[in-house]
C-alpha cells in the first residue's frame, strides 16, 4: 500500500537520480514560463509559487512546530555557533552529511510533507530530504558555499521555498567574476540545476535593514533514501 508521505513520480524519479539523467535534466515548461531565469548558472527564479495565504499558514506553522537548533560550526579551526537556527526533515531514514557531520532527517512535519509533494510535481523531480533554515532577523545570515556535497550526486537538483521577509540571495562564479543578487520574495521558489554547485558559489548575506523573521526550505534528494524509496515503491507495486 503506498504510504501517505508517497511523492510523485518515484520510478521515474529514481532512474532519473542516475549520475547521466540528473545532468541532462531541465526544468518543466510550465515552471519554466511561471519564472525568470536568475542571470547566471542554471537557475530559475519562480516568484508566487505559494499563495500568499498558504505561505503565511506555512510560516506560521513551521515557526512553532519545528525543532529548531543552533549548529555548532568549526571556522579556522574554532567552534562558532551558526548565525540562524536549522531543522531536517525528510523521509524515514535519510540522512545528509554537509560540514562533516551526518544529519538524520526527521519525519516530516504535515505541513512540509505537503510542501514536498507539491514542489516535488511542480519541478519535475523527487525530493526527499529538506534543510530549514531560520533566519531571526538582518543580522543571521549564510556565508558563500555550494551545496555539492557527494550525497547529493553528480548535478544536483535543489529547490528552496522562501516564507517570511524577502531577503538579498548572491552567487559568484567559483572561479571569479562579479557576484549577481536577487531578493527572494514571500512565497517564491528558486531552483538549482546541472552545474550550479560545481560552477558557483551563494549566499544569505547579513543586512543593517530592520528586517523581520524568514524561513527558508531547501529541498534535496539523498541517494539513501532513494534506495529505500525505489524498494518500498516495488513493495507497494
Ligand atoms: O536561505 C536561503 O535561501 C539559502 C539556503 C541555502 O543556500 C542552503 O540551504 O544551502
Not at 503565511?56 to 537556527?85: C, S, Y
Not at 552529511?97 to 509533494?117: F, N
Not at 522562501?162 to 552567487?171: C, I, L, N, P, Y
Not at 558557483?200 to 535593514?209: A, G, N, V
Request: with cysteine.
Amino acid at each position: 500500500m503506498a504510504r501517505e508521505s508517497a511523492l510523485p513520480n518515484i520510478d521515474r524519479v529514481v532512474t532519473q537520480h542516475t549520475i547521466i539523467t540528473a545532468m541532462t535534466y531541465s526544468p518543466p515548461t510550465a515552471l519554466r514560463q511561471a519564472g525568470r531565469e536568475f542571470g547566471i548558472g542554471e537557475m530559475l527564479y519562480v516568484p508566487g509559487f505559494l499563495a500568499p495565504e498558504k505561505a503565511e499558514g506555512l510560516f506560521a506553522e513551521v515557526i512553532d512546530q519545528a525543532n529548531w537548533e543552533t549548529e555548532r560550526l568549526v571556522m579556522f579551526g574554532r567552534h562558532v555557533q551558526a548565525p540562524r537556527l536549522t531543522a531536517w526533515y525528510g523521509e524515514p531514514g535519510t540522512s545528509y552529511r554537509y560540514s562533516g557531520v551526518v544529519r538524520p532527517a526527521q519525519d516530516w512535519l504535515p505541513p512540509i510533507r505537503c510542501l514536498a509533494k507539491q514542489v516535488s510535481e511542480a519541478v519535475a523531480w523527487r525530493f526527499n530530504y529538506v534543510l530549514v533554515n531560520r533566519y531571526r532577523d538582518g543580522s543571521d545570515m549564510l556565508g558563500w558555499h555550494a551545496d555539492d556535497e557527494a550525497d547529493l550526486g553528480e548535478a544536483p537538483v535543489l529547490a528552496a521555498v522562501s516564507v517570511g521577509a524577502e531577503r538579498m540571495f548572491r552567487v559568484r562564479p567559483r572561479g571569479g567574476g562579479a557576484s549577481v543578487g536577487r531578493t527572494l520574495g514571500h512565497g517564491s521558489l528558486l531552483l538549482m540545476w546541472g552545474n550550479s554547485q560545481r560552477d558557483y558559489k551563494h549566499c544569505l548575506p547579513r543586512t543593517r535593514r530592520p528586517l523581520g523573521e524568514r524561513l527558508s526550505f531547501t529541498f534535496r534528494s539523498t541517494p539513501s533514501a532513494l534506495d529505500s524509496a525505489s524498494s518500498s515503491a516495488a513493495e507497494s507495486a
